[in-house]
C-alpha cells in the first residue's frame, strides 16, 4: 500500500480505501462484512470510509465493531452527514446545528471511538445558510470530535464558498468526496481546479463504475443475478452506465488491462489514482477476495501511451458535463 496527503493538510491516507456503503447492514452478512475489513486491513489498507445514511446508521455500527480492538492512531475514520436518518422527523437531516451536532455524537457512540479523522458534509444543503453549516462543523472540529472537514458532491462554487468560510474559521476544508471513473468525469474541468486552489484532495467513490469497468456487464445479455444492477438502492446510479455502447466499449478495454497485467477492474482503480489530485480511492466488496484483488492497483503507474488508448476507445461514452455535480 502506498500512502498520500489529504489536501494541503498532514494527515497521511492509504491510496486505497475501504468503504462500505450499500454492503455493510443491508446486503451482505455482519460475519462476512468483518472479514472484509480484515482482508482490508491484512492488505495495508488505514483509512475506512463509512456515512450516518448508509442502512440508516447500521452500516456504522457494523464498521465500529469490526475495527474493535484495533490500534486507534493507526486507522483513518470518516464519515459523512447530511441525508436522512432515524425515523425522518424534521431535524433528521440536512446541515442545520442541531442535525450536525446530533449526527456527530450519534456517528462516534456507533463507531465506538471519540473522534472522526475526517468528518464531511455528505451533500450541499441550499436551506440552510452556508454560515450556520461551516460555524457548525468549525464547532466539532475545536470539540476534538472530528479532526478535519470536508465535504461530498459539491461543485466547485460550492466548494469555494464553503472553503473561504473554512479558512476564516481556522478549520480549512481538505477533501471532496466525488464520483470518478473513466467514465464518470464531471469533476475534471472544475471541481478538481478549484479543489487544487483551495488545498483540496478528492477522495473519490465508485472507481469501477458500480461495477461495470469490472467487465461483468455484457451488452445484450441479462444482468447477473445477485449484481448491483439488480440492488434497490444501487440500481438507479448503475442504470446510467448499462447502455449497450457503453458495455462493448468496456470489453474492448480488456486487452489493455491484459496487456499492462491488471485486471479491469485494477486498471479502473488505477487510472482513477493517476490524477495528481485524487487523494484516494475508495472500494468497496461483498467478499474478501474482491478487496485482495483491488489493492493491487495500489502503486501502479500507466503510461501516458495506455491512458490516451483508454481514452480514445471510451471516445463519446464518457460524461464529461460538470452540471451533473447536482445536490438536492
Known amino acids: ?196 486552489r483551495e488545498g483540496i484532495s478528492q477522495i473519490v467513490w465508485s472507481p469501477i463504475a458500480q461495477g461495470v469497468l469490472t467487465g461483468k456487464y455484457l451488452p445484450g445479455r441479462p444482468v447477473p443475478a445477485g449484481s448491483r444492477a439488480t440492488d434497490e438502492a444501487g440500481s438507479k446510479f448503475i442504470s446510467r452506465f448499462l447502455d449497450d455502447e457503453v458495455l462493448t466499449r468496456v470489453q474492448q478495454l480488456k486487452p489493455l488491462a491484459e496487456e499492462a497485467g491488471l485486471s479491469l477492474a485494477q486498471l479502473a482503480v488505477a487510472w482513477v489514482l493517476q490524477n495528481p489530485n485524487v487523494a484516494s480511492a475508495i472500494i468497496g466488496a461483498s467478499r474478501p477476495e474482491q478487496v485482495h484483488e483491488n489493492v493491487k492497483a495500489a502503486g501502479v503507474k500507466l503510461e501516458a501511451e495506455l491512458l490516451a488508448k483508454i481514452d480514445e476507445i471510451l471516445d463519446g461514452v464518457v460524461e464529461t458535463d460538470p452540471r451533473l455535480t447536482v445536490s438536492p
Open 1 to 196: 500500500m502506498e500512502f498520500r496527503r489529504l489536501g494541503r493538510s498532514g494527515l497521511n491516507i492509504s491510496e486505497i480505501s475501504y468503504g462500505n456503503w450499500l454492503t455493510h447492514g443491508s446486503q451482505v452478512e455482519e460475519e462476512q462484512a468483518t472479514a472484509c475489513v480484515r482482508a482490508a486491513l491484512d492488505a495495508g489498507i488505514t483509512t475506512f470510509d463509512t456515512a450516518d445514511v448508509y442502512a440508516n446508521t447500521k452500516a456504522e455500527e457494523v464498521l465500529g465493531r469490526a475495527l474493535k480492538g484495533e490500534r486507534r492512531e493507526s486507522l483513518e475514520v470518516f464519515t459523512k452527514v447530511f441525508w436522512p436518518t432515524g425515523p425522518g422527523g424534521p431535524n433528521d437531516k440536512g446541515l442545520g446545528r442541531k442535525h450536525i451536532h446530533e449526527s456527530i455524537n450519534g456517528s462516534l457512540k456507533r463507531l465506538q471511538t471519540d473522534y472522526v479523522d475526517l468528518y464531511q458534509a455528505h451533500r450541499f444543503d441550499r436551506t440552510v445558510p452556508l454560515e450556520e453549516t461551516m460555524q457548525a462543523f468549525a464547532d466539532i472540529v475545536r470539540q476534538g470530535k472530528a479532526l478535519y472537514i470536508g465535504v461530498s458532491e459539491w461543485n466547485a462554487d460550492q466548494i469555494a464558498r464553503g472553503a473561504a468560510l473554512a479558512r476564516e474559521l481556522n478549520v480549512p476544508f481538505i477533501s471532496n468526496q466525488p464520483q470518478y471513473s473513466m467514465l464518470w468525469r464531471v469533476i475534471e474541468s472544475q471541481v478538481v481546479p478549484t479543489s487544487e
